[in-house]
């Protein structure tokens, strides 16, 4: 509590200190001398669907153009949030996770919008055009720039941007043949090669460009299975082409192709084992039919920071004796773009089909103690394909009145899957047996919006606009296995938002928003495993689907650019209040064997509170060095919650239905904060470079990203505790070639990625419960509770050789 405090306090100083800075500066670069160096780049962004200079936009922004990604190493996602005050991305079980599924794979979260399951609250955009599943491996250098737009974007980008949006713009190719070829070698096997080149082939008419990536890391934890460092081991390759024409001055078209194919091996997690809990624990009596028997409904819980043990395992071999990978991803995307102008105004239409196939096979017991002759490897395959059209229409931007309007219609399907175990003999690794379940439960979205932007200018400085967009969102499921034909359900809603700018000068301006944003409702995973009674009242009751989450978002913000464009702060605060959020719960079913479980499950049964402060400042101090410091506190809380895993954690004498007289808690969660997100992030980066010669340049640049501890669930209890992430870069450059030599989690950085809260499941345990009965008793078979923990990648040392043409 105390560092929560000071950090706030930091944090609120840091934000006055601003606002003196921002007064200060103006006087204090008219006492400078006239040798004063030149200013940061500006950045033109197209967050609002229109070119605009990101310190004009009155939006919470941080764009990072191609020469920033080159020069800090973002290689990937979870890179670009490190460098991004207010996100976190982090990838606690690989690359794991396909579809518009979220869970700990693919978990972004913007201001404190974290989830558990389900889909991610913030969404990735390819040019505009959203991207199903997991972005892990895209191809980061044959962009332009990113955004990272933070808060509330549906208005203009819909569905999938209930917390923010993060869009890559890539790169068009010109009348001059340009390329470039990089090459990066580092520990743990790990050889990259990335290159493209581009130019015209009709000049002034027609341009191309053709990328490719080879990525591959050999594994940075040694394997107890396997006696080889191969946990973690991945290989990515990733192709792309573009055809950019301009047949007349008036018209534009631009073709996208890409393709990636993902093969990991398994990555570095472990249970933390429910020996090590140490709160909350069970009370035990006589066992029953061999089975420990527990008098409260407590499993069990660990309080505290879960470190990370000294030992990892993997069945690996198995995986490959197996013929498949831990995980393997196919994922073909294109789009296409035409651009018509009609005196000043413009036509708009973008078209995109993108498909993936994802394969899935993993080892469930990774903590080397609960291994027997034969081991099961779980997993499973599916694929996803979706479809989109956007249409709209732009006024002339330069007028005092000025808009857009447009419509948008998405298809997704999420194609029939396949459920398997795979049973390998560990001492014969040939002998395998494969045992599936089909599933048919095929789900799809269609999505059809209309949307438009009003903007107007009250009076010189005052500048008033508003967007909005009436979505339809409806999901269906074939649920044919579960004797079911249909179920289908259908979110209409209305996305505000209103936003005033004022500009105090020619350089910064402050800024205020309202918006209002959804998640459309979605379907639970519909277990397989369960009796035909279980699965009826399952869906008796709903539970294969849960309904639209919504929020209201108010920020106020100030950018500026000062001192000849060599300081550009960028600070916020914001309020968001977050209703019917969906978080987990279990529903009670009977699996066909006759034991007794809980399915996880998303229920609307929550409500949240964000508030938060942002401050992003970058400083051009002389012609040899630069920094950056950027600060995000987020108070993300839950307001109401009745959480059931709760109740039972704190029940004292199994009996439900009497914690008013008990003393019992009722399970509700109010004042705890929302779980897998940091309170406090801090970003650090300098950036040093200074002649050698007349020829070469010398560069050397660090950058620290601190994030506070993220808890696990809503109890807060497990947490992962604060990570300092430090990376350091220094090489050279001379003309055409540079040489950057880097060390990746210089600090050894060791705090768990992701905690996972989940079941021991070969450690039953029963519990009271007046419902269900065991061996003739008002009992529940179910298990200690256990948590499965994703890790860090480990320091890294490497080196990349970079030629430009």
């Known amino acids: 509590m105390k560092r929560d405090r000071l950090l706030t306090t930091v944090a609120a100083l840091a934000v006055a200190m601003t606002g003196q800075l921002a007064v200060a500066l103006p006087v204090l670069a008219q006492t400078q001398s006239a040798q004063s160096t030149g200013g940061l780049e500006e950045i033109v962004v197209t967050a609002r669907k229109k070119a605009e200079n990101l310190v004009d936009v009155p939006l919470a922004i941080t764009a990072f153009t191609m020469e920033d990604i080159e020069q800090s190493g973002i290689n990937s996602v979870s890179d670009l949030a490190t460098q991004t005050v207010g996100f976190s991305y982090k990838q606690g079980f690989g690359r794991l996770g396909s579809g518009s599924g979220g869970g700990a794979s693919n978990r972004p979260a913007i201001r404190g919008q974290s989830n558990i399951l389900g889909a991610p609250n913030a969404s990735f955009f390819v040019d505009g055009v959203y991207v199903s599943g997991n972005p892990s491996s895209y191809q980061l250098d044959n962009l332009e720039r990113v955004e990272v737009i933070r808060g509330p974007q549906a208005a203009l980008f819909g569905r999938g941007t209930f917390a923010g949006a993060i869009n890559f713009i890539t790169r068009k190719p010109t009348n001059e043949y340009t390329g470039k070829v990089e090459l990066t070698a580092g520990q743990f096997d790990h050889y990259e090669g990335n290159a493209y080149v581009s130019g015209p082939l009709v000049e002034d008419k027609l341009f191309f460009e053709i990328s490719g990536r080879y990525f591959s890391f050999g594994g940075d934890y040694f394997n107890q299975v396997t006696q080889k460092r191969d946990i973690g081991d991945q290989k990515t390759k990733n192709f792309g082409g573009k055809i950019y024409a301009t047949p007349t001055d008036d018209l534009t078209i631009e073709a996208n192709v890409g393709y990636a ?8 997690d472990f249970f933390n084992g429910n020996a090590r809990n140490n709160c909350f624990l069970p009370v035990l009596t006589t066992p029953l039919a061999g089975i420990p028997r527990s008098t409260t409904r407590s499993q069990g819980y660990f309080c505290g920071e879960i470190e990370l043990p000294n030992q990892f395992f993997y069945f690996n071999d198995a995986i490959k004796a197996s013929g498949e990978w831990g995980n393997e991803r196919k994922v073909w995307r294109s789009s296409l773009t035409v651009d018509y102008d009609i005196g000043d105004w413009t036509l708009h239409s973008v ?3 993108n498909q993936s196939e994802d394969n899935q096979l993993i080892d469930s017991f990774v903590d080397g103690v609960r291994r027997a002759a034969i081991t099961t490897l779980s997993g499973g395959r599916s694929s996803v394909h979706d479809w989109s059209q956007e249409f709209r229409v732009s006024s002339p931007q330069e007028e005092p009145v000025r808009g857009l309007f447009g419509g948008y219609y998405y298809k997704e399907g999420n194609g029939s899957g396949f459920t398997r175990n795979v049973s390998v003999v560990q001492a014969n690794l040939g002998q ?8 048919d439960d095929a789900s799809n979205v269609r999505n059809f919006a209309v ?9 010189e400085d005052l500048t008033a606009s508003f967007e909005g967009r009436y979505q339809e969102d409806k999901i269906s499921a074939d649920f044919t296995r579960d004797g079911i034909v ?11 938002r209103g936003t005033l700018r004022y500009e105090l000068n020619d350089d910064s301006n402050v800024y205020g928003t309202i918006a209002r944003g959804n998640k459309p409702a979605a379907y639970n995973v519909v277990p397989t495993n369960i009796t035909a009674a279980s699965l009826a009242a399952y869906f008796a009751a ?17 950018k500026g650019a000062l001192v000849d464009n060599r300081v550009n702060v960028s600070s916020s605060v914001f309020w968001i209040d977050w209703s019917n959020q969906a978080l987990t719960n279990g529903f009670p079913i009977q699996q066909t064997n006759g034991t007794f479980t809980t399915a996880a499950r998303l229920v609307n049964a929550g409500k949240s509170r964000v508030r938060g402060l942002e401050l992003d400042a970058s400083v051009r101090a002389n012609e040899y060095f630069d920094f950056r410091i950027g600060y995000a506190y987020n108070e993300a809380e839950i307001r109401d919650y009745i959480d059931e895993n709760e109740q039972n954690l704190r029940d004292t004498d199994g009996r439900i239905g009497n914690e008013a007289t008990q003393g019992d808690s ?7 904060k929302i779980p897998q997100t940091p309170a406090h992030q801090l970003i650090l980066t300098g950036n040093f470079r200074m002649p050698v010669n007349n020829t070469m340049d010398a560069f050397l640049r660090s950058d620290l990203t601190y994030e506070g501890n993220r808890f696990d669930q809503t109890h807060n209890l497990a947490r992962t505790g604060d990570s300092y992430l430090l990376n350091i870069r220094a090489g050279v450059e001379t003309g055409a070639w540079s040489m950057t030599f880097f060390v990746n989690n210089a600090l050894q950085d060791r705090t768990p990625l992701v905690i996972t809260r989940l079941f021991n499941f070969n450690a039953p345990l029963l519990i009271p419960d007046p419902i269900t009965t065991f061996a003739g008793q008002p009992l529940r078979f179910t298990f200690f509770r256990d948590f499965r923990v994703g890790a860090p990648r480990k320091r890294q040392i490497g080196a990349t050789l970079l030629y430009r043409f």
Request: a negative charge; zero cysteines; glycine letters at 12%.
């Open 351 to 353: 078209s995109a089909y």
């Open 666 to 672: 009722n399970g509700q969660t109010a004042g705890n």
């Open 451 to 459: 949307f438009g932007l009003l903007e107007g200018e009250l009076t």
């Open 486 to 496: 249909d179920d289908s359900k259908t979110t209409k809603t209305f996305l505000p």
């Open 432 to 439: 395998i047996t494969v045992n599936g379940v089909f599933n």
């Open 261 to 268: 194919h993902d093969q990991d091996l398994g990555f570095a």
């Open 542 to 558: 709903n539970a294969q689907n849960y309904d639209e989450e919504t929020s209201w978002s108010y920020e106020l913000g100030y």
